[in-house]
T-cell receptor, first 115, second 111 residues
C-alpha cells in the first residue's frame, strides 16, 4: 500500500515568495495532520482536518500560513509571504481515527529552506 | 506545560548492550501512547500503541511498556541498524485526534 506522499521533497526559495506544500494521505484515512519539525522545538502540530474539515488550526503560527483540503485525497499548506524563520521540515500525516487513539502515519516530509 | 518528556536526549550503546528509553507524561485520562522511530531524512515510522497501564508490546528487539506516569522502550541486544531517533507521543482526552510529541531520544549503536 502506498503511504502518505508529500511533494516536493526539498524546496529552496527566497524570502517573500509563496510556497505551497502538497500531501496525499493514505487512501481511506479520514484525518490529516500538518506538522513542522525543527531542532529547537521538535514536532509541532500546525493544523488537522477530519473528513476534509479543519478542526484545529491553533498551531498555525501566523496568518501567512494557510491550509486547505479540497477532497479526501489531497491537502496543501501554503506560506505567503515566506520568511527565513519558516525554514524547517514539514510533515503530513494521516490516520483512520474519528475519535482518536489510532496511530498517525507520516510522509517523508518537505525540507523547506527560505533564503 | 510539557505534556511529554523523553530521556535521555541521546544514548550511545555498544552492539549487544541492552538499555531502556523513557517517556514521561503528565496528561490524565490517557487515550493512547505511541512510539515512533525516525531515521535521518525520513518521517516518523509507527512502532507501537499502548492504551492502558500494564500493557506491553514487542517487535523484534524492542519492547514497550506503560505505567500510569511513563512508558519505557526496552532495546534488547541492539544492532547498528537500530540507530535512530525514537519519539513518543500521547493523546489526551478532549483533544480530538491531537498528539503531543516528546523531543525524542537519539540512539546510536556502535558496532
Amino acid at each position: 500500500d502506498a503511504g502518505v506522499i508529500q511533494s516536493p521533497r526539498h524546496e529552496v526559495t527566497e524570502m517573500g515568495q509563496e510556497v505551497t506544500l502538497r500531501c496525499k494521505p493514505i487512501s481511506g484515512h479520514n484525518s490529516l495532520f500538518w506538522y513542522r519539525q525543527t531542532m529547537m522545538r521538535g514536532l509541532e502540530l500546525l493544523i488537522y482536518f477530519n473528513n476534509n474539515v479543519p478542526i484545529d488550526d491553533s498551531g498555525m503560527p501566523e496568518d501567512r500560513f494557510s491550509a486547505k483540503m479540497p477532497n479526501a485525497s489531497f491537502s496543501t499548506l501554503k506560506i505567503q509571504p515566506s520568511e527565513p524563520r519558516d525554514s524547517a521540515v514539514y510533515f503530513c500525516a494521516s490516520s483512520t481515527g474519528d475519535g482518536g487513539n489510532q496511530p498517525q502515519h507520516f510522509g517523508d516530509g518537505t525540507r523547506l529552506s527560505i533564503l | 506545560e510539557d505534556q511529554v518528556t523523553q530521556s535521555p536526549e541521546a544514548l550511545r550503546l555498544q552492539e549487544g548492550e541492552s538499555s531502556s528509553l523513557n517517556c514521561s507524561y503528565t496528561v490524565s485520562g490517557l487515550r493512547g501512547l505511541f512510539w515512533y522511530r525516525q531515521d535521518p531524512g525520513k518521517g516518523p515510522e509507527f512502532l507501537f500503541t499502548l492504551y492502558s497501564a500494564g500493557e506491553e508490546k514487542e517487535k523484534e528487539r524492542l519492547k514497550a511498556t506503560l505505567t500510569k506516569k511513563e512508558s519505557f522502550l526496552h532495546i534488547t541486544a541492539p544492532k547498528p541498524e537500530d540507530s535512530a531517533t525514537y519519539l513518543c507521543a500521547v493523546q489526551a482526552p478532549n483533544t480530538g485526534n491531537q498528539f503531543y510529541f516528546g523531543t525524542g531520544t537519539s540512539l546510536t549503536v556502535i558496532p
